[in-house]
């Protein structure tokens, strides 16, 4: 079973507010990225890390940050909330050194911004 | 750049039917492939994944898939359905930054009394 979290699960706050999305993992993986997931969309890629003090954009241009100050902690920040920011926000993590690329997921974070 | 093609992004299928979901791919790199699920509310669960080596590969809760070269393709296929079996399933393929996925549009499955 992975053990990767995310907090909180839902969250509705309004236009102008700063929000951080916390992902936590427990399993010592190195690799950690964001996806945003539109409802009845695919998952885009917003940001990825390769350990520690890396951080990187995806392939979906996002207005959000992240920070990677510990292996197993990877925070998403909002610093201005706007209505297009909603949706939800999945966190992944993937160990290096395998060559199975597999992904586990938290649970999620649904976001509305009003 | 890597893609990945769902069709139909409604399925429908009685209990007990087999169950069909399909995803192209698009690589210019030999592909590594996955399919997951995803029940509402809840994150992205792994039902099987194609790496190297055998060709149809057996996940969890009865699902398989083969992974054709020849057609791109990595349809998700099980005998029987069950209600249970209801949810979202997403095709993806290793492609994005630190080897991260892209993934289809998604297939709901909707499975009938």
């Known amino acids: 079973e992975a053990d990767i979290y995310q907090t909180p699960r839902y969250l509705v706050i309004g236009t102008g507010k700063k929000i951080t999305l916390e992902c936590s993992q427990t399993?010592?993986?190195?690799?950690m990225y964001w996806y945003q997931q539109d409802p009845g969309m695919e998952l885009h890629l917003i940001h990825y890390?390769?350990?520690?003090?890396?951080?990187e954009k995806g392939d979906l241009s996002s207005e959000s940050t992240v920070s990677r100050i510990r292996t197993e902690h990877f925070p998403l920040t909002l610093e201005s909330a706007r209505p297009s920011h909603t949706s939800q926000y999945l966190c992944?993590?993937?160990?290096?050194?395998?060559?199975?690329?597999?992904?586990?997921f938290g649970p999620g974070t649904r976001l509305t911004v009003t | 750049a890597q893609s990945v093609t769902q069709l139909g992004s409604h399925v429908s299928v009685s209990e007990g039917a087999l169950v069909l979901l399909r995803c192209n791919y698009s690589?210019?790199?030999?592909?590594?492939l996955f399919w997951y699920v995803q029940y509402p509310n809840q994150g992205l669960q792994l039902l099987l994944k194609?790496?190297?080596?055998?060709?149809l590969v057996k996940g969890i809760n009865g699902f398989e898939a083969e992974f054709k070269k020849s057609e791109t393709s990595f349809h998700l296929t099980k005998p029987a359905a069950h209600m249970s079996d209801a949810a979202e399933y997403f095709c993806?393929?290793?492609?994005?930054?630190?080897?991260?996925?892209?993934f289809g549009k998604g297939t709901h499955l909707i499975i009938q009394p």
């Open positions: 992944a993590s993937s160990p290096i050194g395998t060559a199975t690329y597999e992904q586990y």
């Open positions: 399993m010592g993986h190195d690799k």
């Open positions: 890390s390769y350990g520690v003090n890396s951080t």
């Open positions: 690589s210019s790199v030999p592909p590594y």
């Open positions: 194609y790496t190297t080596g055998a060709t």
């Open positions: 993806a393929v290793v492609g994005g930054g630190a080897d991260g996925l892209t």
